[in-house]
């Protein structure tokens, strides 16, 4: 018999508007002929209880949360991954069959994986890490599992890296270290892969590129950006102006979507109809 219902999944947030998860994620389904369906909905932070109780009331596979309910989400979970209890925040949610909700978090995972796409191995590697926000903190986290040897965070709030440090120091084995952000900031000389885990650069602001050395960047470095949009941020095209090789936040942030369609479905989607649909979106 022919099954009109179609698999509900999701994105709680406020805002919520400009989130483009839900292009790329449709187009994987119809490209797997997944009865599914992504839903951007705008959820008020007093309200996610109720929406997080939607899940059983609707059958959903799963939800993403974004901003401001990543943190706030945790109590509402019945277990959570290893990367997402250190890092202390969520941004998928699987509803299992047995209706426990299992929290994950796929940004640092992403970020990873993308650099392994390009044949880039963490392992032993030297960080040095711009930014100790949400992003910074899930990229740290799974750079450390992944077998960096060392962190470097620099960051404007001094506190805050290491706040970051502490928690890295205290769940891995990396060495870290923590430098208060200066203008025109010098770039460790022993680093292997710089990462800009700010916002800084994002459109509207794609003008605008990290306050640092780039003369400091050399061509043994590998520069990534988890900015997505424009893809091609100042901040690597200067990099690769050093030699450096440039990962984009593209590939982070379809390697994010690609883990949460598996954790949902159950499938590998294809990353190439992720990409070149994420890819169309900002062009």
Known sequence: MKNYRAELVGVFGDPVDGNPTGVTMEAAFADKGLNYRYLTMKVLPEDLEDA??????LHMKGINLTMPHKIKVIPLLNELSEAAGIIGAVNTVALREDGTLFGENTDGKGFVQALHNRGISLEGKNIT??????AAKAIGVECALAGAA??????????RARELADT???????EVSCEQWESCHR???NTDILINGTSIGLHP???QKPDIDYNGIT??????DVVFNPVDTLFLKEAEKQ???AVNGLGMLACQAALNFKLWTGVEPSLKVMEDTLRKEFQ
Request: proline share 5%; no cysteine; charged share 20%.
């Open 52 to 57: 997080m109780r939607s899940l059983h009331v």
């Open 129 to 134: 890490l711009l930014g100790a926000g949400g």
């Open 150 to 159: 060392a962190i470097t965070i620099i960051n404007r709030t001094l506190e």
């Open 168 to 174: 890295l120091k205290k769940h891995t084995k990396t």
């Open 187 to 189: 770039i460790p000389e």
């Open 205 to 207: 602001n794609g003008d």
């Open 219 to 224: 061509p043994n470095m590998i520069a990534a």
């Open 243 to 245: 030699g450096a090789v």
